[in-house]
């Protein structure tokens, strides 16, 4: 299984905020606190050491003991539910929606990259425990989000009415669904294996979290993964002090705005706007927004009120009933689990460097950020197609117009670069320029018009001659523009598109073995899979 690597900055695919995070610079130190390296994270785990307390890891025993209880775990995964409890273990997490069937590819590299990282750091430090977390976004009330995947180009789709929490809808319907599903998947033995999956998954549990947990668990519960739930009253009341804080005194909506506009003042993108109060309420079937009106709090959208007395009764009462926003999520996860290291992708990194001075506010330890391995995988026979076609891999990776020019322009017998012609013109026209001065300032304008049109009428030649050849060479084009519609679907990353089982029906089992052995997440390069 050969694999090649590509740095993120020439897939054209991330953002100058993740690419100047990745590079280091110094500029946005102040917005993390270590960077991701094998040996930060063991200084790491001596700060939370000190911050997480006995209490609070008994806490996340009992209640993840008690999320496990119908649920058929692996010997891997059980033992490291048994590390929990000891003060010489932590976590390495990543979270993601509850997606239809995982949803997109990425799903994998997440949950891998967190798998690959403890087994690291078990290496290099084998006095402590690592167990690697998905945490499941069960109190996210965003349906359209999650309600479909991507198989072979079609969207199988979930419809149904949505409202509250998407952990606890009910999974009625799904049969329908898979019965479209099959009829696309065809009968291989692999065929058979994904029909099962999601029949297992989905039809034998009345939840999306009990369904996305089995899914989770059955596709990872070999290398030990610990899914946890956060809509969790056991765990709700660990976090209980913050949400009373949030509620009485706003912090993090004056830290989390600060640190944006300096974030901004850099010229990065503010990714999620923080309120006044970042907490929903979730209660039969809703999850709204609470909102502070002069001396009450209201829960948007409901005829839910409460005075500040009767909204602290409710938190010490019904501490399952406090829901954190995405902004909130972060320190929450970060209460409730010994944790050393988020793992997500860049839109979700992007978030987090709104957040180390709320933090800091609070007195938790700010975790180490880790950008998820990203990867394409290709079959040997599309690999062979791009040597053939002398198509290199950061060519690949090229917006699709700009791929076919350079392709045509590299094995065109006419040269169709005017570049020089340009050039020669340019300095022509400085010449008139220099004599307009010196005779008539009058006609500076009429030279410098007239250079524009002869300047446009030559990349007008330019666009005819690249089209001609275009057509000329349509055959080479079109090979070209299908092998990058196979890998980059939608010309998207696949991984942001492509459902897993899609590579699955077509290599069984050792997908996942496969994705393990090729992705390193200290590596910090995107991966290109060839199986």
């Known amino acids: 299984m050969p694999t090649d690597c590509l740095p993120y900055r020439e897939t054209g695919y991330f953002s100058n905020l993740i690419t100047n995070y990745l590079d280091q610079e110094e500029a946005l130190k102040p917005f993390y606190h270590r960077f991701p390296t094998a040996d930060n994270l063991i200084k790491q785990a001596e700060e939370k050491g000190q911050f997480f307390s006995p209490l609070s890891r008994k806490r996340l025993y009992d209640s993840l003991i008690a999320q496990y209880k119908n649920t058929n775990t692996s010997a891997e995964t059980q033992l490291n539910l048994e590390h929990l409890a000891s003060e010489n273990t932590f976590t390495i997490t990543t979270g993601h929606q509850l997606n239809l069937f995982t949803g997109p590819l990425y799903f994998l590299y997440k949950i891998i990259s967190v798998i690959n990282l403890c087994k ?81 998954a989905y039809l034998n549990h009345d939840n999306l979290a ?40 706003g912090v993090s909506h004056a830290k ?27 209660k039969e079937g809703i999850r709204e927004r609470i909102i502070k009106v002069d001396d009450m709090y209201v829960v948007n959208d409901t005829d839910i009120r409460f005075r500040e007395n009767e909204i602290l009764n409710e938190l010490a009462n ?26 997500g992708g860049g839109g979700e990194l ?61 094995i065109s017998n006419i040269e169709i670069d005017f570049s020089a012609q340009r050039s020669f013109l340019k300095e022509q026209f400085k010449a008139m320029h220099l004599l307009a001065e010196e005779t008539d300032a009058s006609f500076i304008g009429a030279v410098k018009a007239q250079e524009v049109k002869q300047l446009k009428g030559l990349e007008n030649l330019e666009s005819r001659l690249l089209r001609a050849q275009k057509r000329k060479l349509s055959d080479h084009v079109q090979r070209l523009v299908d092998l990058q519609n196979e890998v980059f679907p939608m010309q998207s990353l696949q991984e942001r598109n492509t459902n897993f089982s899609q590579f699955y029906l077509e290599f069984g089992e050792q997908l996942i073995p496969e994705l393990v052995n090729a992705l390193e997440p200290l590596g910090g390069e995107f991966t290109v899979v060839t199986l």
């Open 120 to 200: 690291e750091l078990k290496e290099k430090d084998s006095d402590r425990n690592y167990v690697p977390i998905y945490w499941m976004a069960t109190e996210d009330h965003d349906f359209d989000e999650i309600n479909y995947f991507n198989f072979q180009g079609k969207k199988v789709q979930w419809n149904r009415e949505d409202g509250g929490a998407v952990g606890e809808l009910s999974t009625d319907g799904l049969a329908e669904v898979l019965a479209l599903f099959k009829t696309q998947l065809g009968t291989s033995r692999n065929a058979e294996y994904l029909s099962k999956l999601f029949s297992d």
């Open 210 to 249: 009990d369904a996305t947990r089995y899914l989770g668990n059955e596709l990872f519960g070999e290398y030990g993964l610990v899914i946890v739930d956060g809509n969790d009253a056991g765990l709700k009341e660990l976090f209980a002090p913050y949400v009373q804080r949030e509620l009485l005194e």
């Open 256 to 282: 989390v705005t600060q640190q944006t506009e300096q974030l901004t003042a850099l010229g990065y993108p503010e990714q999620v706007h923080p309120r006044e109060i970042n907490l929903f309420y979730i």
């Open 318 to 343: 019904h501490p399952e009933r406090f829901s954190p926003n995405a902004l909130l999520r972060p320190l929450f996860q970060e209460v409730i689990l010994p944790n050393l290291c988020y793992i």
């Open 350 to 410: 992007a978030y987090w460097f709104q957040l180390k001075t709320y933090f800091e506010e609070v007195g938790v330890p700010f975790p180490v950020l880790l950008l998820r391995n990203s990867a394409l995988i290709r079959t040997e026979k599309q690999r062979a197609k791009a040597e053939n076609l002398g198509v290199s891999l950061p060519n690949l990776f090229l917006k699709q117009n700009e791929l076919i020019n350079r392709k045509v322009r590299a």
